[in-house]
C-alpha cells in the first residue's frame, strides 16, 4: 500500500496591490519627514516685522526727501542746463555756491549769440570785483584792464571756461545771462583764484594790494556781445 503524501497548506502571499500601498505609504513618511527638517532650518522673519509694519517702512521710504537723494556733482565753473535767470532781483544760487542777482534780463532773442553763453564762447564782458561787499574796496575790473589798452575800453575779451585771469564763480554766472543783462554775484571762496586756499595780488591799478585766503569776492557784471558761441 502507498504511504499517503502529507499536503502542506498552500503559502500565502501578500497581494500585489497591497504591496504597492505599503511602497506608497513610506514614501509619505520619508518626504514628510525631510520636509519638517527643511523647514525648520529655513531663516524665519523677525516677529516683529507683519505685513503692516513691511507696508509701513516702504511708504516711509517712498515719501523721503529729494534732498536725501545724493546729488550729481557739478564742476566749478558749470551750471546745469535747465537753470536760468528768469526774473529781477531773484536770486539764483548754483549747485557750486555762487548766487547770482539780475539787476536788468538783457535781450528777449533767442539765438547762440543772445545767450546764454556756453563754455568757450568768446565774449565782451563788463565787470567790477570787490572784496566786503558791493560796495566795498575794488580788487579788479575790466576799466583798470582796458585802461592800459591802445583803444582804453572798459570792457574786456574772454573766453568762458578758458580765460585764466578770470574765476570759475565768473564763468557760472555769465552761463546765467543773456546779451546786455547786468548782474550781481557773490562768489564763494572755493570758486575764487586758487580755490581760495592761498592769498593772491589784486589788479595793479587797485587800492588794495593782496586778498587773503578764504575771502569771498563780490562782482558787478554786465555781458556785453557773444562774439562767438
Known amino acids: 500500500m502507498a504511504a499517503s503524501r502529507v499536503r502542506r497548506p498552500p503559502q500565502r502571499r501578500l ?26 532650518s529655513l531663516p524665519k522673519r ?17 515719501s523721503l526727501p529729494q534732498t536725501a537723494v545724493a546729488e550729481e556733482k ?32 538783457g535781450t528777449s532773442e533767442t539765438g547762440p549769440r543772445n545767450g546764454p553763453p556756453r563754455g568757450g564762447a568768446n565774449l565782451l564782458l563788463r565787470y567790477t570785483a570787490h ?3 558791493f560796495d566795498g574796496p575794488v580788487i ?17 575779451e574772454c573766453r568762458l571756461n578758458v580765460d585764466p585771469s578770470l574765476p570759475n564763480c565768473v ?16 562768489c564763494p571762496p572755493s570758486l575764487s583764484y586758487g580755490e581760495g586756499k592761498t592769498a ?3 589788479d595793479e591799478s ?13 562782482y558787478d557784471l554786465e555781458l556785453i556781445r557773444i562774439i562767438k558761441p
Open 15 to 40: 497581494p500585489c496591490l497591497r504591496l504597492v500601498r505599503l511602497s506608497i505609504i513610506a514614501a509619505i513618511v520619508s518626504w514628510q519627514s525631510w520636509n519638517s527638517t527643511t523647514w525648520l
Open 206 to 218: 587797485a587800492d588794495v594790494k593782496k586778498v587773503e585766503a578764504g575771502t569771498t569776492l563780490y
Open 140 to 156: 579788479d575790473s575790466s576799466a583798470f584792464r582796458g585802461s592800459r589798452k591802445p583803444n582804453k575800453v572798459d570792457f574786456v
Open 74 to 105: 557739478v564742476p566749478p565753473g558749470s551750471i546745469p542746463a535747465d537753470l536760468v535767470a528768469t526774473s529781477v532781483g531773484q536770486k539764483v544760487t548754483t549747485p557750486n555756491g555762487v548766487i547770482y542777482e539780475p539787476l536788468e534780463l
Open 200 to 202: 593772491y595780488d589784486a
Open 131 to 133: 572784496i566786503q561787499g
Open 171 to 186: 564763468f557760472e554766472a555769465i552761463k546765467l545771462m543773456k546779451v546786455g543783462a547786468k548782474g550781481r554775484a557773490v
Open 46 to 62: 523677525p516677529a516683529t516685522l507683519d505685513r503692516r509694519g513691511a507696508l509701513t517702512a516702504s511708504l516711509a521710504a517712498l
